[in-house]
């Protein structure tokens, strides 16, 4: 129906191959494409240390993956995109969602957060959100604009439920869904994260929800020791190795653009301290709304005015 969305902007540069995949895979569960990422735990396990150590600062294997993925989608901006209802969109910013269990114990609620990223802020930015909206939801009285949505939605009768989802679901595919639901969804998001290493699981590979927007889904396990080959001996030993589980919609950019940016994710795990410096992004990536762009047409016009005023003054 519209092209315009609150939570994105329509790729009109996007392949047109991708615009015609779209349409012959509809359905984000028929483009799911499943890929194991592996990486080494030694360098990772050095900065946890030296960071405690100079700083106090305590980070967990989830934040630095969640600093190395909001990177690689600063860096690799094609990947921050999604499908809807065959058209191409580009995210209007970097959404990440994941689940937090209010109390570790079998019969605790979880409930499920979603925070939105530049793509500039550093490593110890992005712990400080996490740290922060884990708190705020952590505990029986922690509750966020997901759980009250869903507490009102369970207590509408079952049938009329249905319809509700369904009409949401029409909504959403022609761009008219209210952006206060959307801002609230933990489905309209750049990637979802399950942390089943919190619960010592291997990792797992978690379809594609097809209500929202979700491009990646990243399944952390638990890291164990394995047979590895040394890359300087290449003589076998024991390495500590992380494994994760990445199921990707292969609508929203080609292969060779996936696999670049899957290398970049293991290098910033295997050298967090790269993520210490803030990322400036460049402008022909930037994404700008209509009423950004608007704004800024009008700024521009504003500085063309004074300058050409300056310049007569001056003669």
Request: glycine residues 6%.
């Amino acid at each position: 129906m519209f092209k315009h969305r609150s939570d994105g902007v329509f790729e009109k540069s996007a392949d047109p191959i991708l615009g015609m995949t779209a349409h012959i895979m509809p359905q984000r569960y028929d483009a799911m494409v499943n890929f194991l990422l592996e990486a080494r735990c030694e360098e990772m396990d050095k900065y946890i240390k030296k960071i405690y150590d100079e700083k106090g600062i305590h980070f967990s294997y989830m934040e630095i993956l969640i600093a190395s993925i909001v990177r690689m989608y600063a860096e690799r901006p094609y990947l921050n995109r999604f499908v809807m209802n065959g058209r191409v969109y580009r995210h209007d910013g970097i959404y990440i969602s994941f689940a937090v269990k209010k109390q570790l114990t079998e019969d605790a609620p979880e409930t499920t957060v979603k925070l939105k990223f530049t793509g500039e802020e550093n490593i110890f930015e992005i712990k400080k959100m996490v740290d922060n909206i884990i708190l705020q939801n952590k505990g029986s009285e922690g509750e966020n604009g997901t759980d009250n949505t869903a507490k009102i939605l369970t207590k509408i009768p079952n049938g009329i439920l249905k319809f509700a989802v369904n009409f949401l679901k029409w909504m959403d595919r022609h761009n008219c869904m209210p952006k206060k639901i959307i801002e609230v969804s933990p489905f309209h998001t750049s990637c979802f994260l399950t942390n089943m290493k919190s619960i010592s699981t291997e990792y797992v590979y978690h379809h594609l929800y097809d209500f929202g927007t979700t491009g990646l889904f990243v399944g952390l396990g638990k890291e164990k020791y394995e047979p590895v080959v040394n890359s300087v001996t290449k003589e076998i030993e024991p390495g500590k190795v992380l494994k994760l589980g990445l199921v990707i919609d292969e609508r929203i950019c080609d292969g060779f653009y996936y696999a670049k940016s899957i290398k970049l994710v293991r290098k910033f795990l295997q050298n967090p301290v790269l993520l210490e410096e803030n990322y400036v992004i460049p402008e022909k990536d930037k994404v700008y709304s209509k009423k950004q762009l608007r704004q800024k047409k009008k700024a521009q016009k504003k500085q063309m005015r004074l300058e050409k005023k300056l310049a007569k003054n001056n003669v």
